[in-house]
């Protein structure tokens, strides 16, 4: 049998994912990608002699699908995964809270001890928490009727008031649904809770890049599909993709036409229509409805070092989560803090000044040793695009990852992953769509494992 052409419009992690699987099953894999670098929304600029993250990324024990592509990158030790969920919750003037898993006891207990000496809320709504956790433990994700009301209604019918909503659970909610709890479904809120945080002590250890993400995505991925004689094509926009003769398919790019067997699209929801032949995809007129939720991160360069801990998490601050990224930037002196502010379609039309005065004055309020450091450098960048809206009805929105015609896949963290627009839900869906396109040209060998 000669090894199928499979082309993949799209770059980001979903793209990257399907390449690989597609490369690794013997297919001959063409990427193309519009930006200069690969990686999608996690990617990295220079910024004077520094290398930034355009947005922080986190991922947790339970990303499978990811800490599986990091192993297939050959990046694995380029990361760091805590021994045990250990999250520090700072409040201007207050004491620190702690959000930790204690080691050996099972789920949800593990997370008992701290939540009992948690600061932030009075002792009468730790009490409550758990008539909220116990029942949404329970609660059957596939349901279709956990997406037709939010978050915030649901834990407010379970006795959990805007103190603790605010304090506790949105502190959850909104870096990993990009929304809070009074907008997102409770379908996504409650996947991210059964999966991270109540089914599962080590699930939601946390981990992060100790190096940039153009470095561990980008770069790494490059190399990994250039070692596997695959073709990777930046800089260059596909225009569409039509039916070829012979049940084959044509991608159009702006330099050159190209002839596949199977073409996987990862692009945004909103690029589909520009790129596919209408009709393809099943209500495809209803995608503009996924919307968009922006994250905005905040650049602090401080003359000293300000903040003692690798990340933490704020309340009753402007500031949400604030992480200590100096080493991976190449910053020897000093401190560079980045500040991610999720759900942040509110700030999209302020002034950069006045959103770099606002949350550097959060940062001086919960750390005292900013207060007197200078800061050096301070920029703001905004991914106004950064994940598709989670709210009610969203769900029947997202596109699953076959469309009507056979060998034409979709991929993206949009699409109908079960999960929210996270890194996983990324590499999950481009994992799928490569197993679609493969199968569509007679491949039965060397499929990427469906993840459980």
């Known amino acids: 049998m000669i090894d199928p052409r499979v082309v993949v419009v799209g ?19 063409t990427l193309i990608e519009r930006r200069n670098q690969l990686g999608g929304l996690t990617r990295s600029f220079r910024h004077g002699d520094w290398e930034l993250d355009n947005g922080q990324h986190v991922f947790l024990r339970c990303c499978d699908a990811y800490l599986g592509l990091l192993e297939r ?14 999250i520090p919750v700072l409040r201007p003037g207050g004491p620190t809270g702690w959000l930790r898993r204690r080691a050996g006891w099972p789920a949800p207990l593990h ?18 928490l758990g008539r909220a956790a116990l029942p949404l433990a329970r609660l059957d994700l596939h349901d279709p009727a956990l997406d037709t009301e939010t978050f915030g209604a649901w834990l407010a019918r379970h006795g959990q008031r805007p103190r603790s909503v605010e304090a506790l659970w949105d502190l959850i909610t909104l870096p990993t649904v990009n929304l809070r709890a009074a907008e997102a479904s409770l379908a996504m809120a409650a996947k991210v809770f059964q999966t991270g945080l109540l089914t599962d002590a080590p699930a939601a250890d946390i981990g992060w890049s100790r190096v940039p993400l153009g470095h561990l995505h980008g770069r790494r991925a490059a190399q990994a599909l250039g070692a596997a004689r695959a073709a990777v094509l930046t800089d260059e926009r596909v225009l569409h993709v039509d039916d070829d003769h012979g049940g084959a398919f044509r991608v159009q790019t702006e330099r050159r036409v190209l002839h596949a067997d199977a ?15 209408e009709g393809v995809v099943e209500h495809q007129d209803r995608l503009a409805g996924l919307g968009h939720s922006a994250v905005v991160n905040v650049h602090l360069f401080y003359d000293r070092p300000v903040m003692r801990h690798d990340f933490a998490a704020a309340v009753d601050s402007p500031v949400e989560y604030v992480f200590d990224r100096s080493a991976s930037a190449g910053v020897t002196s000093g401190q560079y803090l980045a500040v991610s502010l999720s759900g942040a379609d509110a700030l999209l039309g302020d002034r950069p000044d006045a959103v770099i005065d606002r949350i550097a004055a959060g940062v001086a309020e919960l750390f005292p040793a900013a207060r007197s450091a200078r800061v050096l450098d301070r920029l703001v960048t905004r991914e ?69």
């Open 11 to 29: 770059g980001g992690l979903a793209g990257i994912a399907a390449s690989l699987a597609c490369v690794d099953a013997g297919a001959r894999v």
């Open 73 to 86: 990158l050959g990046a694995r030790d380029e990361v760091t995964l805590q021994d045990r969920l250990s």
């Open 111 to 128: 997370l008992g001890p701290s939540l009992a000496r948690y600061p932030h809320i009075g002792l009468a709504d730790r009490l409550r």
């Open 263 to 277: 073409v996987v699209v990862a692009v945004p929801h909103d690029a589909v229509a520009t790129v596919l032949p």
């Open 384 to 452: 106004r695009t950064a994940t598709f809206r989670a709210v009610p009805g969203s769900g029947a929105l997202r596109a699953g990852t076959t469309t009507a015609r056979r060998g034409l896949v979709l991929a993206g963290a949009w699409t109908d992953t079960g999960w929210p627009a996270t890194m996983e839900g990324a590499v999950r869906s481009g994992r799928a769509a490569a197993r679609e396109a493969l199968i569509a040209t007679g491949r039965s060998r060397k499929l990427p494992e469906e993840v459980a």
